[in-house]
């Protein structure tokens, strides 16, 4: 992923490990944990605490976390993925706050019921993490599959959100097609 140059950072505390967050001029770029998969080179980012949109995304998060509000306003952008990805962050950030959809869900949604392997390449390169929820996509099945922030993440931030993480599913969603969207 191409990030522009133009790119600044900052990190930001949170409950589950410091957080790097990166923003354009056009908005913010992506969220981090500093162990996560698909990290990309940070270095050549100039750090700016300062810049608007890295406050209001670290404000935003801490309201997350300490349980004030689950919405996020933030000014988003997400033109650095292929045109694919881009569809399935949309898609991601349509999955509501304690819901959970499956990497088939969104390949239907798509109109491409046999792309789930690239669904789940896309959902796992969100850079948007938390924000783009992509914690919230699950298996078929139900079980609680991979994440790039780490599995222990993902069950934590599910948990915050009130999804009864031990069947994956929200308990008052049961039975549920997988689809919530």
Not at 103 to 123: D, T
Request: with cysteine; hydrophobic share 40%; charged share 15%.
């Amino acid at each position: 992923m191409n990030f522009p140059p133009n790119t600044v950072r900052t990190t930001t505390p949170s409950p589950l490990g410091t957080l790097t967050l990166a923003a354009s001029p056009r908005g913010l770029v992506g969220v981090w944990f500093g162990d996560q998969a698909h990290l990309p080179a940070l270095a050549p980012w100039p750090v700016q605490a300062d810049h608007p949109v890295l406050l209001q995304a670290a404000r935003e998060l801490d309201d997350y976390f300490t349980g004030k509000g689950f919405r996020f306003s933030i000014p988003l952008d997400m033109a650095y993925g292929t045109a694919f990805q881009q569809q399935v962050w949309t898609c991601l950030r349509e999955i509501p706050t304690g819901g959970t959809t499956t990497y088939g869900a969104i390949s239907q949604r798509l109109g491409n019921p046999k792309a789930v392997r690239a669904v789940g390449g896309a959902v796992g390169r969100n850079p948007i993490g938390i924000i783009v929820p992509c914690h919230r996509v699950i298996g078929a099945n139900g079980a609680l599959t991979g994440y790039a922030g780490g599995l222990d993440r993902k069950v934590a931030l599910l948990s915050l959100e009130r999804v009864d993480v031990r069947a994956g599913l929200q308990a008052d969603q049961r039975p549920t097609t997988g689809n919530l969207f």
